[in-house]
């Protein structure tokens, strides 16, 4: 089956020769594996989340960016926090992907892309989304429909595989195309899109976590809406998130009416502030938009209101991203004027500093940022990098290793802490850190090289067990990664 689906996505991969279209064959890969054919365990669900990883990493982008992860995760994990127990640990991503869409993956791996996000307006809405996600894990639709496509035939698999393929190239052309194969949830619809009772379920779920967690129904109901008013590509195209969970209209009216008959309970929830809904959606937006656009869009936004600091610093951040570092820092500074305590303003504007070389500058106002909010990850990182362009490796290594005790996957401070204590001489300390920065970036080869190493230096017994597991299951997910990419080639 596998064969058969490469062969025909390879014929029209060669005459299309669309990014897109490489992305729907790789999801379609993934879903029609024999091993998924059939119902699966918890413990089955949780291995082929670790396939469904690997193809995210290798071909989407994910926001490794701290304060808007964090933000992701304080949300889901509260709304968790009223859900039943559950058999998985639950991660939540923002995937640079300007399609709208969110979707649960196996093993409850949650994704919302970063053109939904920026749709959004406020936190409800946000939470509302996400809840929803929540629950088709919680009900296990994934695993059910997994269940389900082992009576699907191999045959009729393959059709729907190429007849995705090839339409992609009919009637409506590449822009048209680009709704259906902009994100891999669109391609999990040949088997994994929801049905109009999950999405229900999902909903009815959905709308009591949302309510126990202290947030609005009102905000699913109305990010709902948005996803239904947006005309990507002409008024026959619908966006992805509304292929991928159907009946929209049902859902909307039942929202409606159910928030028209809870109107009292409803009113007597919390309101919730803006601010970091607003500031999170701001850094989204300047880091990760467009460049063009987002330099103009904050430029008008600056223009218009020079003394808002939410302005200036979604200028600054646009701009230090281009590389105009000198105007990013007024423009931090002008936002200071408003807020002068603000950990996050002062970690900009000593981020920008480090950028620009002065190591000093930045770190006094790192460290002033640090003072004020201890707990300020991404100050903690660029303050031990500046300890380690200054040489002084013992300080960035204790402020490193504290960072990472607090937030034991934050991205790259595990390269730079393996770093520290390479120029300290400390090898079994450097290769374990660096072993574990590329096992988390899927890099599982240099993974292996670098735990390999740690294993032959490290004396300490605890540490040496843990080595071993981690190298063991780097070998394995290498091991299927090069299976994964071997199947794809033939």
């Not at 302005?311 to 281009?322: D, K």
């Not at 002008?334 to 950028?355: Q, V």
């Not at 362009?389 to 937030?407: D, I, N, V, Y």
Request: with cysteine.
């Amino acid at each position: 089956m596998v064969r058969l689906v490469c062969r025909v996505s390879q014929r029209i991969i060669k005459e299309m020769k669309t990014k897109h279209i490489v992305r729907v064959w790789l999801a379609v890969a993934l879903m029609v594996f024999p091993e998924i054919a059939r119902g699966i365990t918890v413990q089955e669900e949780e291995e082929l989340s670790q396939k469904f990883m690997i193809e995210i990493n290798e071909h989407f982008e994910i926001i490794h960016d701290s304060i808007i992860s964090n933000y992701i995760n304080q949300i889901g994990y509260k709304i968790l926090s009223v859900v039943p127990t559950q058999p998985f640990q639950y991660h939540f991503y923002v995937v640079k992907e300007d399609v709208y869409n969110a979707f649960a993956g196996p093993g409850a791996q949650i994704f919302i892309n970063s053109g939904l996000f920026e749709a959004l307006e406020n936190e409800d809405e946000l939470a509302g989304i996400i809840a929803h996600e929540i629950s088709h894990v919680v009900c296990r639709h994934i695993s059910q429909q997994i269940e389900q496509s082992k009576k699907v035939g191999m045959g009729a698999l393959a059709g729907v595989a190429a007849g995705i393929l090839m339409g992609a190239a009919g009637a409506g052309g590449a822009a048209a195309s680009a709704t259906l194969v902009g994100s891999l949830a669109a391609a999990q619809s040949i088997i994994l899109a929801h049905s109009r009772e999950d999405e229900m379920q999902a909903d009815q779920r959905g709308v009591d976590f949302i309510i126990r967690a202290g947030y609005n129904p009102k905000g699913l109901m109305t990010a709902l809406t948005k996803i239904r008013s947006k005309q990507w590509y002409g008024k026959d195209q619908i966006p992805t998130y509304m292929m991928t969970h159907p009946a929209v209209e049902d859902r909307i009216g039942y929202l409606s009416t159910w928030i028209d008959t809870n109107a009292s309970k409803i009113n007597q929830l919390p309101r919730h502030s803006k601010i970091p809904f607003d500031w999170t959606h701001t850094r989204l937006v300047a880091m990760y938009g467009p460049e063009n656009n987002t330099l103009k869009d904050f430029k008008a936004q600056v223009a218009q209101k020079p003394d808002n600091p939410m302005a200036n610093y979604g200028y600054g951040l646009v701009l230090s991203r281009t590389g105009n570092r000198n105007a990013a820092m007024d423009h931090f500074r002008a936002a200071l004027t408003k807020r002068a305590f603000d950990p996050i303003l002062l970690t900009e504007l000593g981020k920008t500093y480090f950028l620009d070389g002065r190591y000093t500058e930045a770190l006094k106002i790192l460290q002033g940022a640090m003072d004020i909010s201890p707990d300020a990850t991404e100050g903690q990182y660029y303050a031990g990098r500046c300890f380690i362009e200054m040489g002084k490796f013992q300080e960035a290594s204790r402020l490193l290793e504290s960072l990472l005790q607090e937030t034991p996957d934050y991205p790259d401070a595990m390269f730079y802490l393996g770093s520290a204590y390479g120029s300290l001489g400390r090898v079994s300390d450097a290769c374990y850190y660096l072993g574990r920065y590329y096992y988390n970036r899927g890099d599982y080869k240099n993974a292996i090289v670098q735990l390999e190493k740690a294993l032959e230096s490290t004396a300490d017994s605890e540490k040496k067990t843990e080595v071993e597991m981690l190298l063991k299951e780097a070998k394995k997910r290498h091991a299927l990664k090069i299976r994964e990419s071997e199947t794809r080639k033939r």
